[in-house]
Structures are given as structure tokens and as C-alpha cells.
């Protein structure tokens, strides 16, 4: 990622004053990720056999 700030930076896109971002910690990326996609593969799922829902948490629409 830092070649790629160095490149803007180049370009004059980036300020040469601003320092490139941190480090990402790629456990936590592929934790997120993994989690993220499997909510969206369960959703897809739920609306191809027709149980999806409308809402996710707070009230249903006969409590309101």
C-alpha cells in the first residue's frame, strides 16, 4: 500500500505532507470479510426459498 501512496503522491494527487496510512492487520481484514460475506450468502439463500425478511430487528410492523 505505501508504493501506492508514494505513486499518488507523485502524481500530485496526494500532499507530500501527509504521512501514507497505517498498516492494516490482515487477520482482522479476513475476520470482517469472512463474516460479512457469509451474512450476505445466508440473505441470498433466505430470498431464493422465499423466507427472506423486511426488517432486521427493531419493531415488526404490527407492534407500531
Known amino acids: 500500500m505505501t508504493w501506492l501512496w508514494r505513486l499518488l503522491q507523485a502524481k500530485g494527487w ?5 504521512s501514507p496510512p497505517p498498516v492494516l492487520d490482515t ?15 445466508l440473505r441470498s439463500f433466505d ?3 422465499g423466507t427472506q ?3 432486521v430487528g427493531g419493531k415488526s410492523e404490527g407492534a407500531r
Open 47 to 49: 430470498k431464493l426459498k
Open 14 to 18: 496526494v500532499p507530500d505532507t501527509l
Open 27 to 41: 487477520d482482522t481484514l479476513w475476520v470482517i470479510l469472512s463474516g460479512m460475506l457469509g451474512i450476505a450468502g
Open 53 to 55: 425478511t423486511p426488517h
